[in-house]
């Protein structure tokens, strides 16, 4: 449906007017449309891709009711021009990853692969959402498969590995949710995963070099010594963990004990947020930064494997993944990201923090709404060459943390911080609504030359913070020019795949 609100007309104007657009606007901005969708919510992010062909890209996206619960709305997609439903599909446990998108049946149309709780991992037909395969936890003594039973978090995609012509799956399968928090018992080692994308066989698996479980989402690259790297952590929000970067090959070995962790967190606390690679120091490398969920983050070279800097923010926790873009005004590329205050499930509010990507210095902190897991997403809003990061912000009254007994009054805002200026500046916000999980897309899905931005947004009229209760998607079409493509559009990056590339990288990932 297409906005009519004063309020947000006016929001809108106040969104531009700030950004100093208003002279050259030759486009209104609207609310294209706002889906709404009762008792589901999600913890995924969106991906775009156009599944009907009609030219427009649409949404696909993980949803879920609340921790235990089936639903037949377990993984959604959208029409980008509408908003309506064009499939959903079902799940018994929340399907909490962001798809990865590849063309399993050959079709001409991208195919989507996506993973969540309970062994949930499926690619399902991108035009119908019918599933080509569903993964089943072996039935076997096997001393790496067995453990290969739990939850699968985001996939990258690698190199054929099969020989059929298709890129293959690295994802990672771990974290016994079931498990008591701040008891070792039942926690058992993540095992990475190598996977045939066209039939879900598996074609090799490792657990981690240290034992560990692991809830991180791997990564894929290739550097220009032609040598093929995976990246993987361990740890969790109570264990200890490292950073490892290893060869595909050790993994197809199945000998992930040649891996070389290159940072180590010894705080109680692993790595959980998916890392990021950019060429920081311009050597056509690319580098790799990670942050723990004690809010450590480190920057490794990737040519040598030494430490580049690294950076601690006290008192905070993390699970949110870093946005990359050039916030500086200098060739470097920059980190950007939220950090909770405290520790979960107590979190007493929110840092934001840009960080110069040339030593770890902090360039930009504030303090926004209340804690949160969506990660940003980055782009030049206003054409000064200094990206913008966009992100979703709650407003309540921090010092209660995420379950409490008395009323929730809360307010989501998207909004955008101009580094350049040091101005925040409202996008949408809405009343009684939340967004804990869900990083927004950003792109131009019907192609006209301007940015869309589609957001989630969460009812909460109840008192705990994590229940679901209905949610809305909201596509804005703004009459901001897409002069480039966003570099850094969506969780994990435009492509999902955690890499930066900028104008002069030579580095190609897949």
Request: charged content about 20%.
């Amino acid at each position: 449906m297409r906005s009519g609100n004063r309020y947000e007309q006016g929001l809108w104007v106040f969104f531009f007017v700030a950004l100093g657009l208003t002279s050259c606007r030759n486009k209104e901005t609207t609310v294209v449309w706002n889906q709404g969708f009762p008792v589901i919510g999600s913890q995924s992010s969106p991906r775009a891709a156009d599944l009907n062909g009609d030219g427009t890209d649409d949404l696909v996206l993980g949803a879920c009711k609340n921790e235990y619960q089936s639903t037949d709305y377990g993984v959604i997609a959208l029409d980008g021009k509408s908003g309506e439903m064009i499939w959903h599909t079902d799940s018994r446990d929340q399907v909490y990853g962001s798809a990865t998108l590849v063309d399993v049946n050959g079709d001409s149309t991208l195919d989507v692969i996506i993973g969540g709780r309970w062994a949930y991992l499926r690619a399902l037909n991108g035009r119908t959402g019918e599933t080509f395969w569903n993964y089943s936890p072996p039935d076997t003594n096997d001393p790496v498969l067995k453990y290969a039973r739990f939850n699968f978090f985001n996939s990258v995609l690698v190199p054929d590995q099969s020989g059929d012509g298709l890129r293959d799956l690295l994802i990672q399968n771990g974290g016994n949710h079931a498990a008591k928090p701040q008891s070792f018992s039942d926690r058992f080692p993540g095992v990475l995963m190598l996977m045939d994308s066209r039939t879900g066989t598996i074609l090799a698996a490792d657990t981690m070099p240290d034992g560990q479980e692991s809830y991180m989402s791997p990564l894929y690259f290739e550097q220009p010594d032609g040598n093929q790297y995976i990246v993987f952590g361990s740890g969790g929000e109570t264990a200890s963990g490292s950073l490892y970067i290893g060869l595909l090959s050790d993994l197809k070995n199945k000998n992930l004990v040649h891996a070389r962790a290159v940072a180590t967190d010894t705080s109680h606390h692993g790595f959980i947020a998916p890392p990021v690679l950019a060429d920081l120091n311009k050597d056509g490398f690319l580098d790799l930064v990670a942050i723990s969920h004690s809010s450590r983050i480190f920057a490794v070279d990737g040519k040598t494997m030494e430490p580049l800097w690294n950076r601690h923010i006290p008192g905070t926790e993390s699970s949110n993944s870093l946005a990359v873009g050039q916030f500086t005004g200098d060739a470097t590329p920059d980190l950007f990201t939220v950090v909770s205050k405290g520790e979960w499930p107590n979190s007493r509010g929110s840092l934001q923090i840009l960080l110069d990507g040339k030593d770890g210095s902090i360039a930009y902190l504030d303090s926004q709404g209340c804690a949160g897991f969506s990660s940003p997403v980055v782009y030049d809003l206003n054409g000064d060459g200094v990206e913008e990061a966009i992100l979703s912000i709650n407003l309540y009254d921090c010092s209660r943390g995420y379950t409490a007994v008395s009323r929730l009054e809360i307010q989501n805002r998207l909004i955008a911080i101009d580094f350049k200026r040091r101005r925040i500046i409202p996008i949408d916000q809405a009343q009684n609504m939340k967004n804990i999980f869900s990083t927004p897309w950003i792109g131009d899905l019907d192609r006209d030359g301007y940015l869309d931005i589609v957001h989630s947004q969460f009812f909460s009229p109840n008192y705990d913070l994590l229940v679901f209760l209905g949610m809305q998607i909201k596509r804005i079409s703004t009459s901001i020019r897409y002069k480039q493509p966003a570099k850094w559009g969506g969780y994990m990056g435009s492509n999902g795949d955690g890499i930066y590339r900028d104008q002069g990288s030579v580095v190609n990932s897949q």
